[in-house]
């Protein structure tokens, strides 16, 4: 489902059309760490572009989605917004069909010369890049791009600053945009038994995988037909008919007869996408049309990209957590070995009730005395110290029962205060992996550093204080409000400060998620919206997307937080259970 040359020529063209060419660059974010969202401001007014590099998601289109971009931006956006902000668009330019879209700038530098950048996406699979070159001498200079590559990584081509820039090797294939059937067909037929969608992909400039298919099975109605099929008259007129639909699409101003479609199988996964009505895929696919090849890309991608930019963003956060939380656990068993030697404290008692039972016979100097057992009627040889007296000796074996009897107490307290950290971290963790914006991230990072978890000095992100987050809210279809926490601090404020006696709560039972408030404001609540309440709460916690949850709900005056409790952790009564499932979606 990669973007292929083809579909990012309509990218241009689209681009163009909306008024890019003489248009000032006015803002230049960089959301992740292989993209890039850069607003134009012309006379159409603004216009903000979204650019990749990421392997699985590489592409250059008008966006509309809202980027949520990082506090501090990075090298590479500070370097673009020093060598770009301000700059006129020039030109936006393709060679032939490569998947490499230039955009070349009129810019100013520190010192108050005219100079020419150039900022060169190239969407190229795993070798995605973003260049920003700067030309010299009539020639373009590398100033640094979005992927470094040295000659570890590729010893052909090298992007590195300073460096003489090259373009991408091409090879000699055919441009569909600009030969004729006959051309083509004659190319093809120079290996009539080969497979006619391969020979198409390499005889082709910038097609895609689908695009070779349906253009296979529109000529033979078979996507495994060989070459040969085209010395066949009726199939090669449909060839012929192909190419000049695919040719007036990517070279009328209008785009006539582009269909910018998503295709779908029945289970609603998204097969790929394409610019051109498709029937190989029959009855079993849905297709899902766009009104321009940006909104197709924009939609297609947005979703994925948001999701892979905020796993690059919690991946830290999510490695600091677990370790403290593998930590814990490590901590634990530990402390269960030395509550499982405490066992043995009664031992110790006997030895000293022994020794004071038979302390007449003793002196001294002894270092061993066998007496009669009263627990098992058996003789018993029992260790003695020949430094100190018999009395000592049985007040050095008590010594040792006491301080196994203390131990085993505070072990058992240690442990369980350990468990309940567990379940805090495991809520903590719960918390930051189905966060969805920085803000979240960072509301989590405050948290855990005033719970001691994260050191303030750094983690000065954490320290701080921006608008706080509100939590998730819903609507019922009885009309009732209900709120769902994003995080332990949420969920505290939520349970215990906005909450009212009557509101009813509810959280999954012995399962991290967020506290769930359905406000009854005088109302008595419906079982149908404690329903909907329940789902939510099974939605928005560890079990989404589970089946048969079990979510406990109470009134809110029910809910109790312990002193000395962590965030997030309260204890309930009167409370019910229900079972539902956790695969609802947001609304």
């Keep these: 489902m990669s973007l292929d040359g083809a579909y990012l020529s309509l990218i241009k063209q689209e681009l163009i059309s909306k008024g890019l060419i003489g248009s000032r660059v006015d803002k230049i974010h960089q959301p992740a760490r292989d993209e890039l969202v850069i607003t134009f401001r012309g006379f159409k007014g603004g216009v903000r572009v979204a650019m990749s590099a990421n392997p699985s998601a590489a592409r250059v289109c008008v966006t509309e989605g809202i980027t949520d971009n990082p506090q501090s931006p990075p090298m590479f956006c500070m370097l673009l917004r020093k060598h770009l902000s301000g700059g006129r ?111 198409l992909i390499k005889a082709f400039e910038g097609v895609s995988p689908v695009l070779c298919r349906e253009w296979a099975y529109y000529t033979a109605r078979d996507t495994d037909i060989p070459c040969k099929c085209l010395e066949e008259k009726d199939r090669s007129e449909r060839f012929a008919f192909f190419l000049n639909r695919v040719k007036n699409i990517l070279i009328s101003e209008e785009n006539d007869g582009a269909k910018y479609s998503i295709i779908y199988e029945k289970n609603g996964k998204p097969v790929d996408f394409t610019f051109i009505s498709t029937e190989q895929y029959g009855a079993g696919a849905v297709q899902k049309e766009f009104s321009s090849p940006s909104a197709l890309l924009d939609g297609f991608f947005s979703g994925r990209a948001c999701a892979e930019r905020m796993k690059q963003r919690s991946g830290g956060l999510l490695k600091s957590i677990l370790a ?83 131990a085993e107490k505070m072990l058992s307290k240690l442990i369980e205060q350990e468990k309940q950290e567990l379940v805090y971290l495991d809520s903590v963790f719960d918390a930051a992996a189905r966060a969805q914006t920085e803000a979240e991230l960072q509301e989590i990072r405050l948290e855990l550093s005033q719970s001691g978890y994260l050191k303030k000095g750094k983690n000065k992100t954490a320290e701080k204080a921006g608008k706080p987050l509100q939590p998730l809210k819903y609507t019922s279809k009885d009309g009732f409000e209900i709120w769902a926490g994003r995080n332990n601090l949420q969920n505290d404020k939520l349970t215990l400060k906005t909450a009212k006696g009557e509101d009813l709560w509810l959280h999954t039972k012995d399962i991290p998620g967020s506290h769930v408030i359905v406000f009854a404001k005088g109302r008595e609540i419906p079982d149908s919206t404690i329903l909907e309440a329940a789902k939510i709460a099974a939605f928005n916690s560890k079990a989404k997307g589970g089946t048969k949850i079990p979510v406990d709900y109470t009134k809110a005056r029910y809910v109790k937080k312990p002193n000395g409790a962590k965030p997030g952790m309260v204890i309930f009564t009167n409370n019910r259970t229900v079972l539902v499932d956790g695969d609802i979606e947001q609304s």
């Design 324 to 406: 403290v939380y593998n930590r814990t656990a490590k901590k634990i068993e530990l402390q269960k070995d030395e509550l499982a030697a405490c066992s043995q404290r009664e031992v110790f008692r006997v030895r000293g009730d022994l020794i004071s039972a038979n302390i007449y016979r003793m002196e001294k100097g002894m270092n061993e005395i066998t007496v009669d057992n009263y627990l098992t009627g058996e003789k018993e040889t029992v260790k003695l110290d020949v430094r100190l007296t018999p009395s000592q000796n049985a007040q050095k074996y008590y010594g040792e029962y006491r301080k196994l009897d203390t």
């Design 89 to 199: 668009l020039l030109d936006i330019s393709q060679e032939g069909l490569e998947r490499v879209l230039s955009f070349d700038f009129e810019c100013v530098n520190e010192i108050g010369d005219i100079v020419r950048n150039r900022l060169s996406v190239e969407l190229l699979g795993r070798c995605s890049n973003i260049i920003l070159l700067t030309e010299k001498k009539g020639e373009w200079r590398v100033v640094d791009s979005i992927k470094r590559i040295g000659d570890d990584v590729s010893a052909v081509r090298r992007i590195l600053p300073g460096i003489l820039y090259r373009s991408p090797p091409r090879e000699d294939r055919l441009d569909i945009r600009f030969c004729n059937a006959e051309e083509a067909a004659e190319r093809l037929l120079r290996f009539p038994e080969q497979k006619l969608e391969k020979s």
